[in-house]
């Protein structure tokens, strides 16, 4: 894989200036919903192993669920050093936020008191009890309610809408990764805001859209209904036919 070779040439050159290498796993959120094979996540963390460079998944957009299995990163069958978790943690209805490391990182700073080496940090919101509590209500539901296997059946609907999608003009490339579907358009200035039109266009037909520049991009709750997910892509596709 090439963007592995590249990493692997980096590490060669300056692995002594890289403390860590930090990814948003499968797909690359605000950069443009960019997608990536599990195979680079496994063949990265494999190098940072070998270089001694820490590995972080920033899980806050792909996490619990959202790519078809709980973390992404179990689709390259990896733990990373430290796990970024947040949002679907709560099911999106208190702000809370997670950092997940390894035994061996919690034992570098662990001490019965030494302000040198002890790694202290909090403030005035840590541990929220009431946005814990939400966590722990979401973290149920999970259990309970099957909700990753129910994704997977949006997974399946999703694909499916999609496809009208792959000939229409000036869609450029169509792209999924679990619950998170892409389209790319081609062909427009950035002056155009051909993204804030597009918005403008949805909300008439009562969907909310917030393109990424010419990337129109869907991230559904999972609680959707099959008709309200063809309602989204049907004023996706008058969107870009109004256009």
Excluded: W
């Amino acid at each position: 894989m090439e963007a592995a070779q590249s990493f692997k040439k980096l590490l060669q050159e300056r692995s002594d200036e890289i403390a860590a290498l930090i990814v948003e796993p499968l797909v690359q959120g605000a950069g443009g919903m960019r997608m990536y094979h599990p195979i680079f996540l496994s063949e990265a963390k494999r190098l940072c192993e070998e270089f001694g460079v820490h590995f972080i998944a920033d899980e806050i957009l792909v996490g619990f669920g959202r790519t078809g299995s709980m973390f992404a990163c179990e689709q390259a069958n990896i733990t990373p050093d430290f796990l970024v978790l947040s949002k679907g943690l709560t099911g999106g209805y208190l702000p809370l936020s997670v950092v997940l490391t390894t035994e061996s990182v919690y034992g570098s700073f662990y001490c019965d008191y030494n302000p040198i080496r002890s790694f202290l940090h909090s403030h005035s919101y840590t541990g929220n009890a009431l946005a814990c509590a939400a966590a722990n209500a979401t973290l149920d539901i999970f259990e309970s309610e099957n909700t990753i296997e129910n994704n997977r059946k949006t997974i399946s609907l999703i694909a499916q809408e999609l496809k009208r999608f792959e000939s229409v003009p000036r869609v450029k490339e169509v792209r999924q990764c679990g619950m998170i579907a892409a389209i790319e358009l081609e062909g427009f200035d950035p002056r155009e805001r051909i993204g804030l039109k597009i918005h403008q266009h949805c909300m008439t037909q009562g969907v909310l859209i917030r393109p990424l520049g010419s990337i129109v991009y869907v991230m559904t709750p999972y609680v959707i209904t099959p008709e309200e997910l063809t309602k989204v892509f049907d004023a996706i596709m008058s969107a870009l036919k109004s256009i």
